[in-house]
T-cell receptor
Framework: DTGVSQDPRHKITKRGQNVTFRCDPI?????LYWYRQTLGQGPEFLTY????????KSRLLSDRFSAERPKGSFSTLEIQRTEQGDSAMYLC????????????????FGNGTRLTVT | AQSVTQLGSHVSVSEGALVLLRCNYS??????LFWYVQYPNQGLQLLLK??????LVKGINGFEAEFKKSETSFHLTKPSAHMSDAAEYFC?????????FGAGTILRVKS
């Protein structure tokens, strides 16, 4: 179990630029989640995949955000035309869940990508 | 929708003292509840989870939590705080397909 890995750990970009983050989940996990965490807040759900299918997206995920999980393995989160309000920690997590509900299956988190938009 | 509320954004205890972090939940179905810990610039690490098997749940690092349905609570405790416990703690509830987190409680441990 090598854990969930995220790349890069830190990203500084100028407003209006596009950025892409990568997440490699625990290999046997079928679910992959993206969360956003701002200072003083708990993680907020953005979207999740079951295998390669994106099954749910939060209203927080504006049309500038897009996530993919080709072949049900790693995932990328792209933010286009970044804004200062996008500055946050972006957390990826994976889980092994059966059926449509998460139930008692815990999420295993990576160390996150901290985005700073100047 | 399920939700959790963490009472107290900051808690300060002396080393060796009891740690009590409060979490209340709102759920229309029997809940699955979790506690996570986050150290600076790191992701969240699972401390323990409640899945209805037992109301008193033991986790890692000496932490435990008790599920009380009558009080809709799932408070986290540790008998004796250690300096290494200083971190931010999050309570979460399973909401069908995802976890919903509280706002977090920062635990400070004084020597």
């Amino acid at each position: 179990d090598t854990g969930v890995s995220q790349d890069p750990r830190h990203k500084i970009t100028k407003r209006g630029q596009n950025v892409t983050f990568r997440c490699d989940p625990i290999s046997e996990h079928n679910r992959l989640y993206w969360y956003r965490q701002t200072l003083g807040q708990g993680p907020e759900f953005l979207t999740y995949f079951q295998n390669e299918a994106q099954l749910e997206k939060s209203r927080l995920l504006s049309d500038r955000f897009s996530a993919e999980r080709p072949k049900g393995s790693f995932s990328t989160l792209e933010i286009q035309r970044t804004e200062q309000g996008d500055s946050a920690m972006y957390l990826c997590a994976s889980s092994l869940a059966r059926g449509t509900t998460l139930g008692g299956s815990p999420l295993h988190f990576g160390n996150g990508t901290r985005l700073t938009v100047t | 929708a399920q939700s959790v509320t963490q009472l107290g954004s900051h808690v300060s205890v002396s080393e060796g003292a009891l740690v009590l972090l409060r979490c209340n939940y709102s759920s229309s179905v029997p809940p699955y509840l979790f506690w996570y810990v986050q150290y600076p610039n790191q992701g969240l690490q699972l401390l323990l989870k409640y899945t209805s098997a037992a109301t008193l749940v033991k986790g890692i690092n000496g932490f435990e939590a008790e599920f009380k349905k009558s009080e809709t609570s799932f408070h986290l405790t540790k008998p004796s705080a250690h300096m290494s416990d200083a971190a931010e703690y999050f309570c979460a509830v399973s909401d069908h397909s995802k976890l919903v987190f509280g706002a977090g409680t920062i635990l400070r441990v004084k020597s």
